[in-house]
């Protein structure tokens, strides 16, 4: 069973930092993406970042550069810093991942497989 868990959601101030973590299991694809997503209440869920089993990374432009995805293939965990953080990054935020490689890997209707989501608050 694929199972991912994020964690290290939390309260912030504006202009802080956080680094949220997804933890992946029971995923046996050697080519793989996964994707970092949020959602703050009453809008579409919106594709943040992605990286690939090959290592190349893809960030939407509406982060100007503020977020940084990362893997550690050793723990089988995938990370989302997050810098500068503003109000309206105050969502929850979900990683997902699926077999094989994508270029175009922002569309949340990709992935069939999804974390439980964790919050993140920034207050201003």
């Known amino acids: 069973e694929v199972q991912l868990v994020e964690s290290g959601g939390g309260l912030v101030q504006a202009g802080g930092s956080l680094r949220l973590s997804c933890a992946v299991s029971g995923f046996t694809f050697d080519d793989y993406t996964i994707g970092w997503f949020r959602q703050a209440p009453g809008k579409e869920r919106e594709g943040l970042s992605c990286?690939?089993?090959?290592?190349?990374?893809y960030y939407a432009d509406s982060l100007e550069g503020r977020f940084t995805i990362s893997s550690d293939n050793a723990k089988n965990t995938v990370y989302l810093q997050m810098n500068s953080l503003k109000p309206e990054d105050t969502a929850v935020y979900y990683c997902?991942?699926?077999?094989?490689?994508?270029?175009?890997?922002?569309?949340?209707?990709?992935?069939?497989?999804w974390g439980q989501g964790t919050q993140v608050t920034v207050s201003s």
């Open positions: 997902a991942t699926v077999a094989g490689v994508y270029m175009r890997c922002l569309g949340y209707g990709l992935y069939p497989y």
């Open positions: 990286i690939r089993s090959s290592g190349t990374r």
